[in-house]
Structures are given as C-alpha cells and as structure tokens.
C-alpha cells in the first residue's frame, strides 16, 4: 500500500528462504519500501531474519493493532490477503512501532527458561498424580510439602513403594523415577541460566530481589531494552504503567492488567522480596502504608519503580 493506505499489488509466496527472497525482489520496484510483520515471533521469525539479512526494513504490529484494521476495514472475512493489508494500514497509521532486529544472545536465555518452565509445569502434574496414587496405597504416607522435587524425598519414597505390589504401585514407582529425571534436567537448566545471565546481566542481577531465573525472565522476554525510547515504554511492556482514566475533568488511573505478564511477575517477586527487607524496598513500602496506601497499592508503586531500575540495569549490561 502507499503512504494513502491504497494497495499497489499483492503477491503470495511460499514461506521459505527463497519465497523471501522473491517477495523483496518484488518489492524493490517501489522506492523508500518497508516491510510491516505481524508480531507473531515463533511464525515470523525466519521472515525476519530473511528480510533483515536482505537489508530491509522491517517493523512489528501487534495482533491488537492489525486486527482493529481488519475490523474497519470494508472486505469482510479472515484470509492472508486481508490480514496482510491490515497489517500494512495499522503500520501506516502507527508510525512508532518497534523495529525488528536480528536475534541475540537473550534469544538463547529465553529458549532455556522456556524449556525450564515447561519441565516445571510437567513435573507438577506429575507430582498431583503420584500424591493421588500414593494415598490410595497408603493415607498415612506422608510426603513433604515440595517434597517430591528432593531426591532424598524421592529415594525414601521408591523403597516404601517396594512394600506395594500391583498396578497402581507400579506405576507410582514409574512417577518416582519420571520426577528424578525432571528434576535433574530442571537444576541443570537452572545452573546454565545463572551461568549466562552472569555474564549477559551482571548489572540486572546487583538489583536486590531479583535472582537468576528472574533475570533469565527479564532477559528472554524484553530482547533488548534499546529496543524501547524511554523506560516509560517499558514500563507499559511489562504492564507496570497504569492505564489513564479521565472523568469529566479528574484525571485517574487504574490497574494495568496487559502487558507481557511474565515480567510483571518476576518484578512483583522481586518487589515482594524488597518488601521483607532485602534492599531499599521496605522503607519505601513502609512510608506508603504510613500514607494511608494498601500493601496491595504500595507494592503495586514498588513494582513500577523496580521496572524502571531494571531498565537502567539492562542498558548498562547491554553497553
């Protein structure tokens, strides 16, 4: 489309190296060209890369923004076409979307807390199962609370189960031996996370509260924090920043409940933990509840200012 949202041509390529190829010689026939992406990462991010690689310029529309220009737009219905003039018109009318960038060393940190957080929730699910199989074996079978990712807890546990003989023993000795495996696979992860954000993050790991797998989520997640203009952009990444709204002439704000909400839990982690006294967050605290806030309200306060110390921390390490 030109600068007026009127469509000059549409072409379909296949979604392969050389379909990209093709799609920006075909595209170089107009001056000043850009491509528009629609921020689907985990399904754009060979055309990314291609198109990058073929010194193009290339920025990233929410889903949110392309789909608001679908629904105005006049041609109704769901199809690759229509999606892809949404997209173009949403670029036109937001000139200050973020650009696309080559992946970096983060992209390796989020891969691994991925996978980590994965195993994580496999492991729970298998917990929930045993305890149920366990507790028809034996009710007065006591098992720690988060016991069952210890492996002493899991070694005491096979030999009881040795006393059991049937289906259900069997297979709760085959949950036994599942969770050992998860377990190791989860602290092996979690010992390469600490290592590399050491070495990514040295700055983001100084702010008290903040440990390795929430830094490791900071990192995976914001993929660069150049890539905002101010940390007031990345406060409204994370869903720190309150959302303005005005009546009549009394301008308010209220909770944000967007953003990427994988931050925002490793920031309210990190804001609980001030909150107990590790680092300068306690007093903070303290002075809003002695102004009348809630603790729900002051570690709200707590959580954006600690987005805007990670922010500065993420500059420096990434200079």
């Not at 949110?64 to 220009?69: E, F, G, T, V, Y």
């Not at 807390?113 to 492991?123: I, T």
């Not at 005491?156 to 036994?176: S, Y």
Request: contains cysteine.
């Amino acid at each position: 489309v030109d600068d007026l949202g009127r469509k000059l041509g549409e072409k379909t390529v296949a979604a392969t190296s050389e379909g990209h190829l093709s799609a920006v010689q075909w595209a170089a026939q107009w001056p000043d060209m850009r491509f528009a992406v629609e921020d689907c990462r985990h399904l754009t991010r060979r055309l990314e890369g291609d198109l990058l690689r073929a010194g193009c310029a290339v920025v990233r529309v929410h889903t949110r923004l392309m789909a608001a220009a679908r629904r105005t737009g006049r041609e109704r219905g769901k199809s690759d076409p229509i999606d892809a003039e949404a997209v173009a018109l949403a670029a036109l009318r937001d000139p200050d979307l973020p650009v696309a960038r080559l992946d970096g060393p983060t992209r390796q940190v989020k891969l691994l807390a991925d996978h980590r957080h994965d195993l994580v929730v496999e492991r729970t699910k298998l917990c929930g199962r045993l305890r149920w199989h366990l507790h028809e074996l034996d009710p007065e079978l006591h098992v720690p609370s988060r016991g069952l990712r210890r492996f002493h807890v899991l070694d005491e546990l096979a030999t009881e189960l040795d006393r059991f003989d049937g289906t259900v023993a069997r297979i709760a000795r085959e949950l036994v031996a599942r969770c050992r495996d998860l377990t190791t696979q989860i602290n092996a992860l979690e010992r390469e996370l600490e290592h590399l954000v050491k070495r990514l993050g040295p700055s983001l790991l100084a702010i008290p509260g903040v440990g390795a797998l929430g830094a490791a989520t900071i990192l995976g997640e914001t993929a660069s924090a150049s890539r905002f203009k101010s940390k007031h952009a990345f406060a409204r990444f994370n869903g720190t920043a309150p959302v303005p709204v005005w009546s009549s002439n009394k301008v308010r704000v209220r909770l944000n409940r967007g953003g990427n909400r994988t931050v925002n839990s490793a920031l309210h982690m990190a804001a609980v933990t001030q909150s107990r006294g590790i680092g300068p967050g306690k007093a903070y605290v303290d002075k809003l509840l002695s102004e009348g806030k809630t603790r729900t309200e002051a570690l709200r306060l707590l959580r954006r200012r600690l987005s805007d110390r990670v922010f500065s921390a993420l500059l420096i390490d990434e200079r």
